[in-house]
């Protein structure tokens, strides 16, 4: 079995590329912590990306002579699944912002689409004729595109423009970040390095996986552990958890609430936040005064990551605060919304 791509959704599940399995070669999910697959998407090559979005919108990026190239999305969890890239270009991997842009990478090229691949454009600027491999992006909103051969690129402009991190040299497969916002990056070999710097230093944690492995994808699971696929040889994972909090070793996901996006906006900007623990979840928007003026959440969640939409057409221009509270955990932060 060749596992090509891994990812997860918020509340858990796992979705899983792997060509040559005891159920065939497609797209499975696995809802049960990779104990139990399920087939979702059915083909026999060519798998190169598995991605998905913060909502919970799957993407498959495939080569494009295998006999369904393009990308395929999906919105329900692989029950139904449309094409949204038609040009004649492998895609290698994609990634959505937190502008809604999706980012897809060709050989030394990026295709980005500002309405979910209705129309695409494309861009080089600063890059190498080389073969991507993954994106990741932090929480300030940069872009990390690794290659093989040509190390790790940033964009911090939605994927316009990129500048190198590391030099050439380096076949990097795969990138991941966890919630200290520290990023691990896996190589073609049996390597895997992690950066607390945005690839200014990194140190090697591959201990333990042996030699001749070579590790085609990262992903962090809910319990915070580094889960590595290898080619043929199934999975790796860390001996204890990678995501830690800072303060007291806390294995669970950190309480975090981000800065909207765009900001200042007009009308409608992004909030994300993360759930530590499952718990009832309370977001709402404030004027300068203190009345409220938006709930934006008031339900239970599960642990993990979430992304909300605040409209402000009907508000006037001005200074809103919006607050997260999770329990006895509470942060606020600033926003403007500019007419």
Do not use: C
Request: hydrophobic share 30%; proline share 2%.
């Amino acid at each position: 079995m060749w596992i090509t791509s891994l990812a997860k959704d918020n509340s858990g599940n796992i979705y899983a590329g792997a060509i040559g399995s005891q159920f065939g070669s497609g797209i499975f999910k696995s809802i049960d912590d990779g104990k139990t697959w399920t087939k979702i998407f059915e083909i026999e090559t060519g798998i190169n990306k598995v991605y998905v979005s913060s909502e919970n919108e799957i993407y498959i990026g495939l080569n494009y002579t295998s006999e369904q190239s393009g990308i395929h999305y999906s919105s329900d969890g692989g029950n139904s699944w449309q094409k949204i890239f038609n040009e004649s270009e492998n895609v290698y991997t994609i990634i959505k912002l937190n502008t809604g842009r999706v980012l897809a990478a060709s050989y030394g090229k990026i295709y980005y689409s500002d309405n979910n691949g209705i129309n695409w454009q494309s861009t080089s600027t600063g890059l190498t004729s080389s073969t991507p491999s993954s994106f990741a992006i932090n929480s300030e909103n940069k872009v990390y595109l690794a290659t093989l051969g040509y190390g790790i690129y940033e964009s911090n402009d939605n994927g316009v423009n990129w500048t190198n991190k590391t030099g050439a040299g380096w076949e990097y497969s795969d990138l991941e970040i966890d919630n200290n916002e520290i990023m691990y990056a896996s190589t073609r070999g049996n390597w895997v390095y992690k950066s607390d710097d945005n690839w200014n230093s990194s140190v090697l944690i591959n201990s333990g996986m042996g030699q001749d492995k070579y590790v085609l994808d990262l992903y962090i699971d809910k319990n915070g552990y580094l889960f590595a696929g290898m080619d043929y040889y199934g999975f790796y994972r860390s001996n204890t958890p990678v995501v830690v909090s800072v303060e007291n070793d806390n294995l669970l996901p950190s309480f975090y609430l981000s800065q909207n996006y765009p900001n200042p906006f007009n009308p409608s900007t992004s909030i994300e936040y993360s759930v530590p623990n499952n718990d009832y979840v309370n977001l709402k928007v404030y004027d300068v005064l203190g009345n409220e003026v938006a709930s934006l959440v008031n339900e239970n969640k599960n642990v993990g990551k979430y992304k909300v939409t605040f409209n402000g057409s009907e508000l006037s221009s001005g200074i809103y605060f919006y607050k997260l509270q999770i329990g006895k955990l509470n942060q606020v932060r600033k926003m403007a919304l500019l007419k």
